[in-house]
C-alpha cells in the first residue's frame, strides 16, 4: 500500500493506527488458534501417537518458549529495522510450511524439529513480535486501548478452537494440521498487507494528531527510501514534546526496573504459559470429552475479551501498575479455582470469568506497561530482549504442569503452584514506579 492510499485511508475520517489495530488483532487471531491456545487441542492426540508422557511432550513447547525468549530481541530488532509487513510476511509462511509437514512426522523427535525449527520460529518472529510492537509504535495517549483491541484477537482466536476439536475427532490430527497450514495461508497474506512500522513514516503523528514536521519529504517520497534518521527524529520530536518516555535498549538495561518487570513477568508466564497447554487435558481427566473440553477452553479465550479491552481501558487512565497487578492477582485466584474444579458447573464458571478476565487484561496491560515505561522508539526490541529475561516461566511452567501429572497423576500441586507465583508477581508489580526520563 503507497503512501497515497495512506493519504486516502486518511481522508476517509479514520486514522490509519487504527487498520493497524485490526491487523494486529488479526495477526492475533492466527496466533492464538493455531498456537498459544488451539494447539493444545492436538496435545492428547500426539501423546497417544507417539506413546509419550505429557512431561516430554510439553517439552516442546517449554523449548519453544525458550526459543521465542532467545528470538525476542532479534525479532523486535528485525521489526524496528525491517517493519511488522515483511516480517509477517515471512511468519505465515514458516508457520503455514510448519503445519502441513507436522502432519507427516512419525516420531517425538521429528515433531520436536518441525515445532521448534518452522513453526515456533515463524511464531516468534513473524506474528507474535509484529503484532504487539505495531499498535503500541501508532499510538500513545490511546496506547493501552490501541494494544486492548488488538489483543481481543486472541480472544476472538478462540471461536477456531472447538472447530480445531471436531475436526482432529472426526478427521485426526493429521488431516487438521494441514488444514490448519492451509488456513494460516489464507488468512494471514492478506493481513500481513495491512500492518505499517510507525506514523511518522508517512507524516503522521501518534493517535491521529496534526502531521509531523516532515510530512512534506515523506509525501514526496516512497515510505521505503523515507531514512530511518529522519523518522527517528521525528519520534524524538514527539516524545519532547508530549512528555513520553523515550529510551534505548541500551538505557533500559540499566535500569533495576527492566529487571524486575521482566522477574513480575515471568512468575505471571510461568502461570498462563502451562494453564493454556494443560488446560484441555485436565478438562479431559476430569470426565469432559474432546469437544466439551475444546468448547470451555474457547469460552475461557473469548471472554478474555472483556479483559483485554477493559484493562486496556483502564491503563490508559491509571497507572499500568496498578492494573498489571489486579490482573497478576486475577490470574492467581483462577488458578487457584481450576484446581477445584472437578464437575461442578458453578466453579467452572467462576473460573472461566475470573482467569479469562485476569489473564486477558495482563496480556494488554503488560504491553501497555512497556511503552508507558520506556517508549516508542526501540519499543520492539526493547519488548523482545524482556521477553528473553522473563521466558523462565514460559519455558518451566509447561514442563513442571506436565511432570507433577505424570508423578501424581494429578494437576492439583502444580495448579496451586501457578496461584502462588501469580500472587506473588502482583505483589511485586504493585510497587515497579515508572522510570524517569532525563532530557536535554
Known amino acids: ?46 501423546q497417544d501417537e507417539f506413546s509419550t508422557n505429557r512431561a516430554a511432550l510439553s517439552g516442546a513447547i517449554a523449548l519453544s518458549q525458550l526459543e521465542g525468549g532467545m528470538l525476542g530481541p532479534v525479532g523486535g530488532y528485525l521489526v524496528d529495522r525491517y517493519g511488522p509487513r515483511r516480517m509477517m ?35 516468534s518472529i513473524g506474528l507474535r513480535v509484529p503484532a504487539i510492537v505495531a499498535p503500541a509504535n501508532w499510538f500513545i495517549k490511546k496506547r493501552g486501548i490501541a494494544i486492548g483491541i488488538a489483543l481481543t484477537g486472541s480472544g476472538f482466536g478462540g471461536v477456531f478452537i472447538p472447530i480445531l476439536g471436531w475436526l482432529i475427532a472426526s478427521y485426526g490430527w493429521r488431516t487438521t494440521a494441514i488444514i490448519a497450514g492451509i488456513s494460516i495461508w489464507v488468512l494471514g497474506y492478506p493481513i500481513a498487507t495491512i500492518l505499517r512500522t510507525r506514523p511518522e513514516d508517512y507524516g ?17 517520497a516512497p515510505a521505503e527510501i523515507v531514512t530511518t534518521t529522519t523518522t527517528d527524529q521525528a519520534v524524538e520530536e514527539v516524545a519532547a ?3 513520553e518516555a523515550d529510551f534505548s535498549l541500551k538505557d533500559a538495561l540499566k535500569m533495576p526496573v527492566f529487571w524486575f518487570l521482566a522477574m513480575a513477568f515471568g512468575l505471571r508466564q510461568f502461570a498462563v504459559g502451562a494453564i493454556s497447554l494443560h488446560q484441555v487435558p485436565y478438562l479431559v481427566d476430569t470426565g469432559r470429552s474432546l469437544e466439551t473440553a475444546s468448547i470451555i477452553l474457547a469460552s475461557v479465550t473469548v471472554t478474555s475479551i472483556i479483559g ?48 479469562a478476565i485476569g489473564w ?81
Open 1 to 46: 500500500m503507497s503512501t497515497k492510499n495512506l493519504d486516502q485511508t486518511e481522508k476517509t475520517g479514520v486514522f490509519y493506527g487504527w487498520w493497524v489495530v485490526f491487523g494486529s488483532m488479526s495477526a492475533m487471531v492466527i496466533a492464538s488458534a493455531f498456537y498459544w491456545q488451539g494447539f493444545g487441542v492436538f496435545f492428547l492426540s500426539l
Open 89 to 123: 510476511t515471512i511468519g505465515v509462511t514458516m508457520m503455514g510450511i510448519g503445519y502441513v509437514l507436522m502432519s507427516m512426522v512419525n516420531s517425538l523427535v521429528m515433531f520436536y524439529i518441525v515445532f521448534l525449527a518452522i513453526i515456533s520460529v515463524g511464531m
Open 204 to 220: 503522521f503523528l501518534p493517535d491521529g494528531e496534526k502531521p509531523a514536521p516532515v510530512a512534506e519529504v515523506v509525501e514526496a
Open 241 to 243: 514534546d508530549t512528555g
Open 308 to 355: 483485554r479491552l477493559g484493562f486496556g481501558w483502564l491503563a490508559d487512565r491509571f497507572p499500568p501498575r496498578y492494573i498489571m497487578a489486579l490482573s497478576m492477582l486475577m490470574v492467581g485466584l483462577g488458578a487457584f479455582i481450576l484446581s477445584n474444579v472437578t464437575g461442578e458447573m458453578s466453579m467452572l464458571l467462576l473460573y472461566i470469568v475470573v482467569y
Open 360 to 440: 486477558g487484561g495482563g496480556a494488554t496491560t503488560m504491553n501497555a506497561t512497556r511503552g508507558a515505561y520506556f517508549g516508542r522508539r526501540a519499543f520492539g526490541t526493547i519488548s523482545g530482549s524482556m521477553d528473553f529475561v522473563q521466558m523462565f516461566g514460559l519455558v518451566l511452567g509447561p514442563v513442571f504442569a506436565g511432570y507433577v501429572f505424570d508423578q501424581t497423576q494429578s494437576y492439583s500441586i502444580a495448579f496451586n503452584s501457578f496461584a502462588i507465583s501469580a500472587f506473588a508477581a502482583g505483589v511485586l508489580m504493585f510497587f515497579l514506579r515508572p522510570p524517569k526520563q532525563v532530557r536535554d
